[in-house]
């Protein structure tokens, strides 16, 4: 049929309509696309393929334009303009994406770029109250934007990951460059991955601090995927490739809840809830000077031996993740003997403080596994503000709300007890094994103030602390003063964390009111 005014018919109007999501599907074109490839890199479209569940994915904004005209921006064309946004399933459960197209203008920061992306996470994920997945990869701001890239790009991307944090999960899969105002928008989210040599963030690149400072550095050096993994910490996990980072994606998603007021994602068991962990008393020595690893002490006990680490190169004395106890997620911590005996750091701080306030934040039990010879001492701890970063940690672990259940494998002293273990500061269950050694200090330490050398003889010094040991460092003192709930058989501790999450199910909290606390950042 012909349109009476203008002679078009529904043919030419489809026609047209086709010819232009061709362009936008098109991407950056053959070159472009052969280019990132090279790179051994998906593009933006492939990686939502094989992030989503197939034939899910519902495209929004496919049609948005930039609107510079100056700098030769009038006769370009930028597909979507640089980055792909929608919604799709994972394991069939609703997320939305927005995957910036390298091959498109280099996925630059730009007015309407950054309003599809805040617009994906407040009108979409905020409203839908499901995740938002960012897939990034941009060589940074439009410069020919000028402030606009960063006012009405960076500025609605921040403002849009702000109001959402603690409100809906949001996973950032980081598969190229985040340079300039996009290395912030990793780090305002819950979760980052990041691909190995093809990933990076950064504030200013080479040729910045060179001009600078004089310096001349490395892309890798000032923020590849290897220096935020093991010295900031801010990488959670280093993978791979495109295709592991986001099958990593979709395992994250599988323990987290769509948003902080949905329930858990409890599967079927596929492990006896019942199961004793007969290993357990291979696994850890009764010496307290000797070190085990605890990764197979967490394999032992959790779901099907499946434990999903995070932050594993940072601060590896201390161990974050997610598991499942009979189907039901839980955040799990631990310390790590092998590394430092397990004791807490400056970096081990913050690295369980914001663990803890993401689980408590979506609903998640946190089970504690503890063998904590407390707080690292020294000067170094000191001048690097062990007491602030650890107070992260206990602020953290008042504060939470959800269930807090701890088991005690053998050390638990002083400041490292209190953080993972301490009735009084809001531990809903603890149990101890036999082994369990819970004091104020070292009991080397405390005979030494209390019987100190040259005031008494060796043999004196020894009787005592054979007998501090045996009446007040061990587990029947404590349980004695109701500290702990139980003392267990190693083999029983699956069976014990099970029952407790049960027991906790229900578990609600009333907190003072207040506009908001004071951690220390």
Known sequence: MTDRVSG????????????????VLAQGGPQAIARQHERGKLTARERLEKFL???????????????????GMAEKEIPADGVVTGYGKVNGRTVCVWSQDFTSNG???????????????????????????GLMDSGGARLQEGMQAGHMGYGRVINAMVNASGSIPQISLVMGPCGGGQGYLPALTDIVVMTKGKSNMYIGGPAFVKNVTGVDTTIEELGGSKMHATVTGIADMEVENDERCLETGRRLLSYLPASYEAPLPVIEPQDRPDRKCETLTDIVPTDLTKPYDMRKVIKEVVDGGEFLELKRQYAPNAITGFARFNGVPVGLLANQPLVMGGALDVEAGPKMAR??????????????????????????????GIIKHGCKHLYAYVEASVPKISVIL??????GYAAMACKTMGADMVFAWPTAVITIVVPEAAIDVIYPA???????????????YNKYAGPWFVAARGYIDDVIRPEETRIKIIQALEGLRNKKTVTPPKKHGNIYL
């Open 355 to 384: 663990f803890i306030r993401f689980c408590d934040a979506f609903n998640l039990p946190l089970v504690f596994l503890v063998d904590n010879p407390a707080y690292m001492p020294g000067v170094d701890q000191e001048r690097g």
């Open 107 to 133: 996925g630059t920061m730009a007015e309407m770029h950054g309003q599809k992306v805040s617009d994906i996470i407040t009108k979409f994920a905020m409203q839908m109250r499901v995740p938002q997945v």
């Open 53 to 71: 569940d197939p034939g899910t994915f519902v495209e929004v904004m496919s049609f948005v334009k930039h609107r510079e005209t100056d700098f």
């Open 8 to 23: 078009v018919t529904w043919e030419d109007k489809l026609k047209e309509l086709q010819e232009a999501r061709a362009r």
């Open 454 to 468: 040259g005031k008494y003889s060796e043999e004196e010094r020894s009787r005592a602390l054979l007998e501090y």
């Open 410 to 415: 053998r050390k638990a002293y002083a400041g």
